[in-house]
């Protein structure tokens, strides 16, 4: 078994994963290689947002509304 691996389990409602399987199959990609690939793209993505906040808090002090 690979170490610098987490198995993740999760409950999914059937019709999402209908789509999901649908769009996976679509191209060519496996639920796995899909996931890790959305999961990147999100880390990503927020991590830009949470860089964004930290410079206007260094800046202004003012921290930021969580879930607004």
């Known amino acids: ?4 691996r987490t198995l993740i389990n999760f409950n999914c409602p059937n019709d999402l994963m209908d789509s999901f399987d649908e769009v ?8 796995t ?3 890790i ?3 990147r793209d999100y ?3 927020k991590s830009d947002e949470i860089q964004r906040w930290n410079t206007v808090y ?5 921290k930021p509304r969580v879930g607004v």
């Open 43 to 45: 880390v990503v993505n």
């Open 1 to 4: 078994m690979r170490s610098d």
């Open 24 to 31: 996976c199959d679509f191209k060519s990609m496996n639920r």
């Open 33 to 35: 290689q899909t996931l």
């Open 58 to 62: 260094q800046m202004t002090g003012r």
């Open 37 to 39: 690939e959305l999961m």
